[in-house]
């Protein structure tokens, strides 16, 4: 699948990496047909490779 608009998930766990960064939230997936994800696949993706992960719903709160 092509990325449009938005980093993909492959390629935020790439930069997540080389940034350090211990927690990512997906934003604006899903909200419209050319950036629809398949949640299970990213998240799949993300627990493998060591980062962590979160898709929240929108109006969803998230205290760092």
């Known amino acids: 699948m092509r990325d449009y608009f938005t980093m993909g998930y492959q390629n935020a ?6 940034v350090e960064v211990k927690n990512t ?7 419209f047909a050319s950036i629809k994800i398949d949640q299970a696949t990213a998240i799949s993706h993300f627990s493998d490779s060591g980062v962590e992960f979160a898709l929240p719903e929108i109006g969803t709160t998230i205290n760092i």
Not at 13 to 18: D, L, Q, S
Not at 25 to 31: E, I, L, M, R, S
């Open 13 to 18: 766990i790439v930069e997540a990496k080389f």
């Open 25 to 31: 939230f997906g934003v604006h997936y899903d909200t």
